[in-house]
């Protein structure tokens, strides 16, 4: 059996952790059953932000009259966007795969692992023990137990970023940022959408007046039924039937996005001293430790967020906690999130249902885009901005803004959490005018 001073389960995040061990020149074993880089480069951000910025100019070009600019005769090469997205990640992969393998202190072994007991695994049956391992194998596509769905081929989102046909009319199960990515992507390029939502409103851990105004926005583009619970799927001939309640509804492709679980059932995670959550998530400490000494989880599997830039996060301090004699404790002040959907979504902190749950005093600064220079020179006319204060410290508790570039928009919010914490360095800074973040500092100055 093969010892090694590090062992790295997943390939995405965790490559931060095994490059670092390896620069100290320590035995590493890199295991990973798929193409590396994980979740986000494969499966995930990467190719879901090619695919939709194919949506994004066609959706430009589709809005262009409004604006003076006529255009005709616009058409979509469906399959040349997925064949060059795929090429693109397949490329990159590869890459990752090609520099592993050419490290003297790491060993890649492509397959499926499994813990055989404490700080033993199997892969590819060989057994190998890792004097310190770092759990980052990630999350896979939660499947509902609805009758008919495991035999209709369906697809989830991985497949959905590869397919070389079109559909005609995609139905989707499932109203998160998933459902809400691919619905932009496919409704864009011409497929007929319907979402089928079992919340009142789409995207719902959003805060509450986000939620309700994207859901509101979507509906204006594509068939959106809320409070709709599927029990039922069917396949007839090349179409999927799929019922919930006295709804039915006939499609010639099926999407599944309806959440996440963890892999810990996958790698055998119960058969070592590794705690985990009733859902299946692996339980660590501040440090990124797991109940086991040595044993450190980060990214999707540990689940305390569900973000690429949160898993590279906890990758350096992990990284970091591993080796020294100090460890520190992970700093998630001010986590941001994005939707790329249309509109676009970004949020960072507590919304204002959570404000309220907790019995928190707030105030809240709203502003549209609409009543800035440049939100009315690109009619952005369902955005806005809405940030949630402490009353008595300035202090920042939240903010939600949904419209053009909010990915973009909110990162000046993220610099003023994570460095004084109030409000107050937005409202000194100088905004140029009319940039499009005037909308961010006009909220800032519109708390009551």
């Given at each position: 059996?093969q010892?090694?001073d ?20 320590l ?5 990973e ?16 932000k090619?695919v ?38 397949d ?15 790491i ?22 023990k ?13 499947i ?18 590869r ?25 864009m ?55 919930a ?69 906890e ?12 460890k ?28 309220v ?7 809240v ?8 220079g ?5 009619d ?7 940030v ?42 100088v ?17 009551e």
């Open positions: 059996m010892t090694f590090v062992i790295v389960i997943g390939a995405g995040s965790g490559l931060h952790v095994a490059d670092a061990a390896a620069e100290q020149k035995k590493v074993a890199v295991i059953a798929g193409p590396m880089g994980g979740t986000c480069l494969n499966r995930g951000c990467i190719p879901s090619m939709i910025h194919s949506a994004d100019v066609m959706e430009t070009i589709q809005n262009a009259e409004k604006f003076g600019i006529k255009v005709s005769g616009a058409k979509t090469n469906f399959a040349a966007i997925t064949k060059r997205v795929s090429s693109i990640v490329k990159d992969a590869k890459d990752i795969e090609d520099a592993l393998m050419k490290d003297k202190n060993t890649l072994f492509k397959g499926t692992a499994r813990f055989t007991g404490d700080y033993t695994l199997e892969v590819n049956k060989q057994k190998i890792g004097k310190k391992i770092v759990i980052a194998a990630g999350t896979r596509e939660f509902p137990p609805v009758e008919g769905l495991e035999s209709s081929g369906y697809i989830t989102s991985t497949e959905a970023l397919l070389k046909n079109q559909p005609k009319h995609l139905i989707i199960i499932g109203g998160g940022y998933i459902a809400a990515e691919m619905a932009h992507f496919y409704g390029m011409g497929t007929k959408i319907t979402i089928f939502q079992r919340d009142k409103f789409m995207i719902p851990r959003e805060d509450g007046e986000v939620a309700e105004a994207f859901t509101k926005a979507f509906s204006k583009k594509y068939e959106v039924i809320t409070e709709a619970s599927v029990n039922k799927v069917e396949k007839k001939g090349k179409n999927f039937v799929v019922h309640g006295k709804k039915k509804v006939t499609g010639d492709q099926l999407l599944v996005a309806t959440g996440r679980v963890p892999n810990t059932d996958i790698l055998e995670v119960g058969k070592t001293a590794v705690k985990m959550s009733k859902r299946g998530f692996i339980e660590v400490d501040e440090y990124m430790e797991t109940s086991q000494k040595n044993v450190y989880a980060l990214g999707d599997i540990a689940g305390v967020y569900l973000f690429k830039h949160s898993a590279n996060l990758a350096q301090y992990v990284s970091h906690n591993l080796f020294s004699k100090k520190s404790k992970v700093n998630y002040d001010a986590m941001p999130h994005a939707v790329f959907s249309s509109p676009q979504i970004a949020g960072v902190g507590m919304t204002e249902e959570q404000l749950e907790k019995k928190i005093k707030y105030s600064g709203r502003y549209e885009y609409i009543h800035t440049m939100g009315a020179a690109i952005e006319q369902d955005g806005f901005v809405k949630l204060v402490d009353p008595k410290t300035n202090k920042i508790l939240g903010c939600h803004i949904m419209g053009k570039d909010a990915s973009t928009l909110i990162h000046e919010v993220l610099v003023a959490m994570r460095t004084e914490g109030t409000l107050s360095p937005i409202r000194r800074t905004h140029i005018h009319p940039a499009l973040n005037e909308v961010v500092q006009r909220a800032f100055f519109n708390i």
